[in-house]
């Protein structure tokens, strides 16, 4: 089992920044990759991003250039740093974990970008 915790969402303006947290407990050791999704009002859950083991990183066109996203593994943490972002990135932002073929979801954390 692994758990997952969030934090780091809140209001910006459009332009600004934020840094999601999301800490993981429980099995940690099997984690394979982790990373974010988010899902937005009325829409279907988006895949933002995601990291490996190893490190290898990945991200959906729509924040490629905006989006950053880091393990520190002393911390079992791993953040997405979120710049330049605009009012299409409000959703709710939620961190998965993969663990022996399984997906672990954390509970979400609500991104507000004010135009």
């Known amino acids: 089992q692994v758990q997952l915790v969030e934090s780091g969402g809140g209001l910006v303006q459009a332009g600004g920044s934020l840094r999601l947290s999301c800490a993981a407990s429980?099995?940690?050791?099997?984690?394979?990759?982790m990373g974010w999704y988010r899902q937005a009002p009325g829409k279907q859950r988006e895949w933002v991003a995601s990291?490996?083991?190893?490190?290898?990183?990945n991200f959906a066109s729509s924040v490629r250039d905006r989006f950053t996203i880091s393990r520190d593994n002393a911390k079992n943490t791993v953040y997405l740093q979120m710049n330049n972002l605009k009012p299409s990135d409000t959703s709710v932002y939620y961190c998965?974990?993969?663990?022996?073929?399984?997906?672990?979801w954390g509970q979400g954390t609500q991104v507000t970008v004010s135009s």
């Open positions: 990291i490996t083991n190893s490190g290898g990183t």
């Open positions: 998965y974990a993969i663990s022996n073929r399984l997906t672990y």
């Open positions: 429980g099995s940690i050791f099997s984690i394979n990759a």
